[in-house]
């Protein structure tokens, strides 16, 4: 082998692309991790990190290193309108806590533990092409040079490279609907340790502490009111947390420290993930509503999947295609359902009543206030949870309790069963 040929070229090195740089650099693969971005820094994204993707990083043996950072959260606050939810106990639960970190720390960490494990690292490298023999793609081209190998990974996010170079058009695509502002704040009185998430009238929130003693808070307003938020964005932000009168005081216990993040626009989809010498993972391959924070957690799913996989595709005589095709496939499986439950929790306009009503009788009940847990933590699929008995129950109740709103509850009930036929399954894959 030359000193630019590997067994796999990794082309974006954030929790995708360096998490599984670690595991196929630890199996002996030869592994190059490309990145046009310079290390550490951020990407425009929050960042409260699933107790199954926390488990994931213990077992790539990152987790002291983050948890040095920020103190590990055990404790939740979950409310959608009146149904509200406290939750203490994380991992006796879930197995292990969240974690809410800046990316910038977060990334930095694995891309070390990617380069102790023997990956042959590049930052600030841009791919800007592919090396192709026949249909195959057997590399990357990058202004220093083409870096061949005998599988290219696009690691490279939502807009990735690699995807539009072996065109792998979107699938199944879900349009934005809400728009996301998020700032940090100093020096706030909270108790450490503690996440709050919500839906409350028009508006979504989560907010946390995070690394550096910082207080993040999000407000997802939304997209029908798009051009007057982002009109004026710091209004915008301040009349949502309005809407949340408890966290608004804890931002107001301290003070903004840097600018306002917003992100508009954030289409779910699902792009084609193998082919002939290729592969795309985490969000080059699928993005989801950010609502539920999946996206960190999916990533480092797929990779744990994934490094097998490859490893076992490169051994003699094995089929890595007809491997990377079944992963591929897998990875619909995994994400479906989660996919449309994030849709629906960040859809546009006020909780439907018909959600309400579900919400309050799982609040009210211990078993299902756990279950919900385990949704959002993608160890129980959502209609694990929200049944058919549920639904109906929640149904009659509404209509009981509601008799001015008959025809509302009617088509809302309408249009989640319909949704839900239409949901059963993804596409076949390949
Ligand atoms: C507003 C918002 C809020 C979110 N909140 C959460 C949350 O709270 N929790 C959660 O789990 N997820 C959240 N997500 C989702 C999460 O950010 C993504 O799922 C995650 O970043 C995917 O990681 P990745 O490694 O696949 O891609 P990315 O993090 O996008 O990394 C891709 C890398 O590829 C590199 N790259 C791209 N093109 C090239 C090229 N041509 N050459 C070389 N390098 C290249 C980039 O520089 C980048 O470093 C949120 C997303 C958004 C937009």
Redesign the pocket.
């Known amino acids: 082998m030359g000193d630019d040929e590997y067994d796999v070229v990794i082309?974006?090195?954030?929790?995708?692309?360096a998490s599984l740089a670690i595991r196929l650099a630890r199996a002996g693969v030869r592994v190059c991790l490309?990145?046009?971005?310079r290390f550490p820094s951020d990407?425009?994204?929050?960042?409260?990190?699933?107790p199954a993707?926390v488990a994931i990083l213990r077992d790539l043996g990152c987790f002291e290193r983050l948890a040095a950072r920020t103190d590990p959260i055990e404790r939740a606050t979950l409310v959608v309108d009146d149904a509200r939810i406290e939750f203490e106990g994380a991992t006796e639960l879930l197995g292990a806590p969240m974690l809410n970190l800046r990316?910038g720390v977060l990334d930095a960490v694995l891309l070390e533990a990617a380069e102790t494990a023997g990956a042959e690292v590049r930052t600030r490298?841009?791919?800007?092409g592919l090396c192709r023999d026949g249909g195959r793609v057997t590399g990357v081209v990058t202004p220093d040079g083409a870096v061949r190998a005998r599988l290219v990974v696009g690691?490279?996010?939502?807009?990735?490279?690699v995807a539009r170079l072996v065109d792998a058009a979107k699938y199944c695509r879900t349009p934005a609907e809400r728009v996301?502002l998020w700032s940090y704040f100093e020096g706030t009185e909270h108790p450490p340790g503690h996440v709050w998430l919500g839906r409350i009238g028009d508006h979504g929130y989560?907010a946390s502490p995070t690394d550096g003693g910082a207080f993040l808070a999000v407000v997802a307003a939304s997209r029908s009111r798009r051009d007057e938020v982002l009109a004026d964005r710091p209004r915008a932000f301040a009349e949502g947390l309005r809407g949340w009168p408890e966290l608004e005081a804890v931002v107001a216990s301290g003070r903004r420290a840097g600018p306002l993040h917003t992100?508009p626009d954030?289409d779910g989809f699902f792009r084609p993930s193998a082919g002939p010498g290729w592969v795309l993972?985490?969000?080059?391959g699928h993005?989801k509503d950010?609502t539920p924070?999946?996206?960190?957690?999916?990533?480092l799913r797929q990779t744990t999947a994934l490094a097998p996989v490859v490893v076992d595709g490169l051994g003699p005589g094995a089929d890595l295609d007809e491997g990377l095709r079944r992963w591929w496939s897998w990875r619909d499986r995994d994400a479906w359902a989660m996919y449309w439950f994030a849709r629906d929790l960040g859809a546009d306009g006020p909780v439907p009543l018909l959600t309400q009503e579900v919400m309050l009788r799982v609040a009210a009940d211990p078993r299902r206030r756990e279950m919900l847990l385990k949704v959002l933590n993608h160890d129980l699929p959502p209609n694990g949870l929200i049944t058919a008995p549920l639904a109906l129950a929640a149904l009659g109740g509404a209509l009981l309790r509601r008799p001015g709103h008959r025809r509302r509850l009617l088509r809302e009930a309408r249009t989640a069963a319909v949704d839900e036929l239409r949901h059963l399954r993804p596409p076949r894959a390949a």
């Open positions: 082309v974006g090195a954030r929790c995708a692309g490309l990145d046009r971005a990407v425009p994204s929050t960042h409260g990190i699933q993707g990316r490298a841009v791919v800007t690691a490279d996010g939502a807009g990735s490279t996301f989560l992100v954030r993972v985490g969000d080059a993005v950010p924070g999946q996206g960190i957690s999916d990533a």
